[in-house]
């Protein structure tokens, strides 16, 4: 027989048994359906997590402290903790250097905060500012949307995170910036004033009067830039200066206020950009190896990840119990037309049918149950994930949202799934089937010849 | 598989030596056939008579390779069928059988061209030239007209005749039919074997009916009579047009 033959028998068979063939593929549809659907929920949660981590961060960056002191508080997510037995290491050019030979780095830069007052004219903002290496910032991938980057050599230059602007405002006429988020004023100038003087700018009245003894220095920079990083807390509300600039100011800030700048025990931060998210937990391993601190988004991504994964295993396993009972659904309607049929297969038999295309007849109609079950099981998991990405979108995020970001899908069918569903369900039916057909094949063919 | 040369008139078609078939039934021993030789010819019709159970119907199934002996040899065209597997013996039967049932045995789900194209499929025949060899085997029973019927839409006769039709579409040299007409009225069985036997004699094919039913030994060249598993007697009938007018008459040949 050719398989034409084949398939063409075997859905006959099918079509003339429809109540048995539509509940024996209605079970296969129900299990792809839930599989497909428990797992775009899990894919849908993963992507909602780094979504959400996005906007912390850069998944790409890996902050690095030395293992004491430092400002290590500022990215508290999942921050890793570095060998206690090792002893203090020098967070310098020496050690940045080699963190720049570990295999996947791309960029490396120290890095300083601090908080600085600006004003251009009557207009002030109170600004969290980094200092990082001014030829680093484009290697770490912050992109301008107006105007330039950071470059080598850049002295009293800045660029603007994109949210920035909009906290100018002007103290003669409000209490404080609105964060609107329209500038009122044009960055882009090189007329910025920039001070440690928390008070400048300010109505004089509104001055503590101690604060007057401190003489703050005031210097004059130059606007260069936004960045173009929306959305994003950990570019969109911070001010990036060359580093060399920063620390000469926090010199200044401190001898003003009388205190101690200790420029000797190297870098309090570092930042180190790993080209590939795959490679991070690898770099920030040795980074660790060599006696620092580190923490990434990427800590945290993983963490929240295996989280997902975890919820998918187990709604996924909910759906595999619905397929296996589809696959019994199956074994039983074949076991069950072989039987009807002993008497047809019998005639097959004598009129000349080979045993492999009875055994071959019998596996198709299996399989073609598993087939048809996941076509139409696919069609109703996109379905269903339409309606949970609309009219169930609220109810839902509620539930599963603990990534803390604004979720827009709560399911997510790659491209793969359905296939590897598809193959899947043809497989169980195949398998289902295989039994059945064995005992149609080994079938006595006297059957048929017994006169009822 | 049948050797054309060996099927000339001198040497049977069929060779049945000593055949003995016992069947178990638990601690019991059943004879179904206790020794039977004979010896059948190309173009001959015979006939075998016998109440149920005589074991008549063991003779055809064994003859057909659906059963193996217990005892003896079936030798047809010069093939042990009985010493064939599974394999070889449905190969046997796709090429030299024919089958005709009693209950007509016709596949419920496919039309009429469709049942009379069947064991064309199974020997891989191209759909084309299946369907035309399908149209010629319906033309000939009388069928023209219905092929995209199913055969729970036409009465018994009507459906025997499809399952005639599928038995000669393949052309085999050997043609089985066991109470062909055991369903059907009188009228209907003379209509019926009427078909049955001007098919046979124009392909000059072999024809072994079993049946219950004496008026049916009428068609037949030759009747055997079968009784507790043992031949109890054989009919010659219509001598001149009998083949084996000489071996029969056992003299010079």
């Not at chain 1, 700018?201 to 101690?210: E, F, S």
């Not at chain 1, 080209?275 to 990427?298: A, H, L, Y």
């Not at chain 2, 010819?41 to 159970?53: A, D, H, N, Q, R």
Request: hydrophobic share 40%; glycine share 10%.
């Amino acid at each position: 027989m050719n398989n034409l033959d084949i398939l063409g028998l075997s859905m006959r068979n099918l079509l003339r048994r429809k109540t048995r063939s539509i509940l024996a593929v209605t079970g296969v549809i129900i299990g792809i359906c839930a599989i497909i659907a428990t797992l775009s929920i899990g894919f849908g949660l993963q992507e909602s997590f780094r979504a959400s981590l996005e906007q912390w961060g850069n998944l790409h960056l890996v902050t690095v402290y030395p293992t004491s002191g430092g400002g290590g508080g500022y990215a508290v997510v999942g921050g890793g903790s570095g060998p206690q037995d090792k002893k203090n290491v020098k967070l310098d050019e020496k050690a940045l250097n080699a963190m720049e030979k570990i295999n996947g780095v791309s960029g490396v830069s120290p890095r300083e905060d601090t908080y600085l007052t600006f004003g251009i004219g009557k207009y002030i903002a109170s600004i969290s500012v980094i200092g990082v290496r001014p030829d680093m910032i484009e290697k770490f991938n912050y992109e301008v949307q107006e105007g330039r980057n950071l470059h080598a050599g850049d002295k009293n230059v800045l660029v603007f995170g994109n949210q920035t602007p909009g906290t100018f405002y002007n103290p003669r006429k409000s209490w404080g910036s609105s964060y609107s988020g329209k500038p009122v004023v044009d960055v882009i100038t090189d007329k910025i004033v920039v001070t440690a003087d928390w008070n400048y700018g300010q109505p004089q009245r509104n001055l503590p009067t101690d604060a007057n003894k401190v003489v703050y220095k005031e210097y004059t920079f130059k606007g260069v830039g936004i960045l173009a990083n929306a959305e994003n807390y950990e570019t969109a509300y911070n001010v990036y200066i060359p580093i060399d600039v920063v620390r000469k100011i926090n010199e200044d800030k401190a001898k003003a206020e009388k205190q101690r700048y200790d420029k000797t025990s190297g870098y309090r931060q570092a930042m180190v950009f790993v080209d590939n998210i795959e490679d991070v937990k690898r770099v920030s391993d040795t980074i660790r190896e060599m006696g620092f601190q580190t923490s990434s988004m990427n800590d945290a991504l993983e963490t929240m990840q295996n989280q997902a994964r975890m919820i998918q295993m187990i709604l996924g396993g909910i759906g595999a119990i619905s397929l296996l009972v589809a696959a019994l659904g199956i074994t039983n309607t074949m076991i069950m037309s072989i039987y009807e049929r002993t008497k047809e297969i019998g005639v097959m038999k004598v009129i000349g049918a080979n045993l492999p295309d009875i055994r071959k007849l019998f596996l198709v109609e299996a399989a073609i149950i598993g087939f048809v079950g996941g076509l139409a099981g696919i069609g109703l998991s996109y379905l269903l994930s339409l309606l949970m990405n609309t009219a169930l979108l609220p109810a839902l995020s509620s539930i599963l949202n603990s990534g803390g970001g604004e979720v827009t899908r709560i399911s997510i069918i790659p491209l793969w799934l359905p296939l590897a569903a598809l193959g899947f369900s043809t497989a169980i039916g195949v398998l289902s089937g295989y039994s059945p057909a064995r005992r149609a094949m080994n079938m006595s063919a006297l059957e048929s010849l017994r006169n009822e | 598989m049948v050797d054309e040369k060996s099927a000339d008139l001198r040497k049977p078609l069929i060779e049945v030596k000593h055949v003995r078939k016992v069947y178990r039934m638990g601690e019991e021993k059943v004879v179904a056939l206790d020794d039977v030789s004979l010896d059948i010819y190309k173009g001959e019709i015979v006939c075998f008579l016998g109440t149920s159970g005589s074991g008549k119907s063991t003779f055809l199934n064994m003859v057909a390779g659906l059963e193996k002996p217990t005892k003896g040899e079936i030798i047809v065209g010069g093939v042990k069928v009985h010493k064939l597997n599974e394999e070889m013996v449905t190969l046997f039967r796709q090429k030299n059988v024919g089958f005709i049932f009693q209950s007509y045995n016709l596949l419920p789900m496919l039309t009429t061209l469709e049942n009379i194209s069947l064991p064309l499929v199974f020997r891989n025949v191209d759909k084309r030239k299946r369907d035309a060899m399908a149209k010629e085997a319906m033309r000939a029973v009388g069928l023209k007209g219905y092929e995209r019927r199913r055969p729970s839409q036409m009465s018994g006769g009507q459906q025997q005749r499809v399952g005639i039709a599928r038995a000669i579409v393949g052309k085999p040299k050997i043609i089985f039919a066991d109470e062909p007409t055991g369903n059907l009225d009188s009228h209907t069985t003379q209509e019926v074997m009427e078909i049955i036997v001007n098919m046979v004699r124009e392909n000059n094919q072999t024809l072994i009916i079993v049946t219950h039913d004496r008026t049916i030994s009428e068609y037949a060249d030759r009747v055997i009579t079968i009784q507790d598993g043992n031949i109890l007697g054989i009919e010659v009938k219509g001598v001149a047009k009998n083949p084996l007018k000489e071996s029969v008459g056992g003299s010079n040949g």
